[in-house]
Structure formats: C-alpha cells, structure tokens
C-alpha cells in the first residue's frame, strides 16, 4: 500500500499502526521529503465486501435455508439423504 504525503505528494512511510479494530486502523506517517518533514495520521478502515468469503457459506446456506417455505426445506432434506 502506497501512502502520500498530503503537503507535497511524495511518497510516505508508515512508522506506526493503531488497530483500533479488526476494520480500522490509525497509520501514524512521515514524508520521506526531507525538505518538507510533514508527519500525519491517516486512517485505513473497510468500506464494503465485493466477494463473500468462502469461509462463510455455512452461515449463508444456514441462512438461506431458513427463508425457505418448509415444504421446501423437507425437499431439499430428502435430496441431501441421497449422498
């Protein structure tokens, strides 16, 4: 990950990470532009999922399971009996 310095626009570097959660984190950064020494914290947080995690699919099919009518839940029952 690539962090800019917002004073100047060269590069920065990361000296500290604050996790403040599994989602968000404070970056504590400083320019690498000796000229112009700006330090500054950024914050990295999650924004939204565009693949759900595989680890994930048995809370889904637990899920979708539940939404369907009952009738249709015996049916898909008996088609698991088969494997």
Do not use: W
């Not at 637990?62 to 939404?67: E, F, G």
């Amino acid at each position: 990950m690539r962090v800019f310095c917002p004073e100047c626009g060269e590069k920065a570097r990361i000296q500290k990470t604050n996790r403040i959660s599994t989602s968000y984190a404070d970056l504590y950064c400083s320019c690498s532009d000796p000229e112009c020494g700006h330090s500054f914290v950024m914050n990295l947080s999650f924004s939204h999922t565009l693949s759900p995690s595989a680890k994930n699919t048995n809370e889904l099919v637990t899920a979708l399971v539940k939404a369907l009518p009952h009738e249709k839940v015996k049916e898909i029952h008996s088609q698991l009996a088969m494997f």
